[in-house]
Each structure stands twice: as C-alpha cells, then as structure tokens.
C-alpha cells in the first residue's frame, strides 16, 4: 500500500477566543498565515499524503490559500464538528480514494501549532510504527491541582505531563475502537490518547517541545511574531 504515512492537519478552529473575524488558523505571523506555517513543516517531511480538514465554508478559501503560497502535496477536504468527527472524515476519503488498509497510520496535528519540528514528526512515525499509538508530551512545569474555586487534590508535578499535538497511530485501529465505545465515553475521548486508553491500550509518548504551542490567545500570537522573526533571524546568520 503506498499511502501508508499520512498527515492529518485539523483545521477547523473558530478563533472565538481571539476575538478574530476569520477562524485562528487564517491569521498571519510573520506575514504568512499560520496554516501556511505549519503545512511547511509537514511537507518537509516523508508522507503519502496530506490531508487539511476544514470548515465546509473554509474548504474552497484554504485552497485557494495554498497555491497562494506554493504548498503543494496537500489536499483540502472538509472536517467534522469535532476532532474524531475530523479524523473519521480523513479515513472515509482515503477508503473512498483505495488508500487505506492496516498498515495506514495517521498523524494528526493542530493547524494553530505553527512550531512542531520535523525531530517531532519523525519520532511520532518511528514510535507508532515501532511501539504503537502515540502522543508529543513534554514535562509539566507547573503544579497541576484538581479543582474549580477550591484545590481538591495536587499532583506530584515530577509526573505529570502536558500534552501537545502531533498523535500518531493506526487508521483502522482508531476507527475500531471509537464505534465499539458508547455515547458517554465518545464524550470523553475528546483527545486521541484518552480514546486509546479508553480501550485499555498503551500509548507511547514522544518529546515535545516548549515552543510547539497551540496559539489560542491574543497574546500566544505575540508570542509567534517574536518567535518567527527570531528563527528567521537565525537561520540568516547559520548561512
């Protein structure tokens, strides 16, 4: 089967907690969308293919977008109202297109992670086709306390760890377990790891990084600006 390494870009965020007229993912840094930013990373690696899943209004808009700025070897296609929904898109079209079989993995990533690395994506595909399902993580650097106006429970923080994107595993196997759950745990599952673990499985992780953030807020994309403009400025004086 040829197609079995295949990116899963989710690009569906409304950008409601950016006060932004269009969705996150469409908002620029250094000049350039950030979904633009991040399908780079990706077409520097090796897959068979790469999907972006999109607002059905968005699909037509994000293509356009793409041969704005030369990104070729991604297809654009719509997603679902949430993340599974998105994911079960991607493996419907890739059955639809001959291109899904056992050996078909998936690694899905947020479209607003402009900074994940090719060591990241590399590791999530060498892992998952090692070992099995896998999350990026990297160590949690503040106290992590159960609660809501009063601390219920407080973690030993040497344990914990944040969870990031890229997630990384088998099509078949997450389209598997997600129709054997019930309703209540599909509620649950909201992050690929929880529905791996749901099942009883083991998923691996991978290290993260601390720039590969989600940019959610206004003041993540001050962050981004300054972040671009010094890796830009990095790469010039390596030259």
């Known amino acids: 089967m040829k197609n079995n390494r295949v990116a899963v870009i ?32 990706f077409t520097a690696c090796e897959f068979d293919r790469i999907l972006v899943l999109t607002p059905i209004d968005y699909v037509k808009y994000t293509t356009e977008l793409l041969k704005e700025y030369k990104i070729s070897g991604a297809t654009v296609i719509s997603g679902g109202k949430t993340r599974n929904d998105t994911i079960l898109k991607a493996i419907d079209f890739l059955r639809e297109q001959g291109e899904l ?3 078909t993995i998936l ?40 609660g809501g106006a009063q601390v219920e429970e407080i973690f030993d923080r040497s344990k914990m760890q944040q969870v990031q994107t890229p997630q990384t595993f088998k099509a078949l196997r997450f389209e598997e377990i997600y129709n ?60």
């Open 101 to 103: 079989d056992e050996s």
């Open 180 to 239: 054997s759950l019930t309703q209540e745990q599909k509620e649950l599952a909201t992050d690929c790891t929880r529905l791996f673990t749901l099942a009883g499985e083991k998923v691996y992780t991978v290290l993260g990084d601390v720039a590969n953030i989600k940019l959610t807020y206004q003041s993540d994309i001050a962050f981004a600006e300054g972040y671009v403009k010094w890796q830009r400025g990095k790469t010039e004086s390596d030259k």
């Open 10 to 41: 989710a690009a569906g965020g409304s950008g409601s907690r950016m006060g932004a007229s269009l969705p996150k993912q469409y908002i620029k840094i250094g000049g350039e969308p950030i979904i633009i930013h991040t399908l780079r990373q």
């Open 107 to 146: 690694l899905t990533h947020d479209s607003v992670r402009p900074f994940v690395t090719k060591r990241i994506i590399e590791e999530n595909l060498e892992v998952c086709a090692s070992l099995g399902p896998c999350t990026t993580a990297i160590p949690a650097t503040d106290t992590i306390v159960m």
